[in-house]
């Protein structure tokens, strides 16, 4: 994992894994992601650090469609994968709890197809 540049306190830049990659975000902070792809690729959000950790995602550079999975789901509904088709599609999540662990949930969503795997 490589930490580009610190924002804001607490908050940083952490670059795109590419495809297939996992989007880590640092256990003492917030992270945001441009995400790029080249084709259809994938990439994997595990599970956040703290309750309230954020994440935003954003689709910078559209060279095919981009699925997102996220090791928790990030609503009530249950979905857990995320598709980014368009350049500016833009989500950002926030770590919760529900059940004694960790889950995201989509604060706002500007453009990203949510389902479930």
């Known amino acids: 994992m490589a930490i580009k540049t610190v924002l804001m306190p607490g908050l940083v830049e952490v670059s795109d894994p590419g495809n297939a990659g996992a989007v880590t975000v640092p256990a003492h902070h917030h992270a ?6 080249a084709g259809v690729e994938t990439r994997t959000l595990g599970t956040a650090a703290f309750a309230g ?6 689709f910078s550079v ?13 609503n009530q509904t249950g979905n857990n994968t995320l598709l980014f088709e368009a350049a500016g599609d833009e989500i950002t999540l926030r770590a919760s709890v529900k059940a004694g662990a960790l889950v995201w949930r989509v604060v706002s969503n500007d453009g990203v197809a949510l389902s479930t795997v």
């Open 32 to 37: 945001v992601c441009a995400l790029t792809s």
């Open 53 to 58: 950790q954020r994440v935003s995602l954003q």
């Open 62 to 74: 559209d060279g095919g469609n981009l699925t997102l999975t996220a090791a928790a789901t990030v």
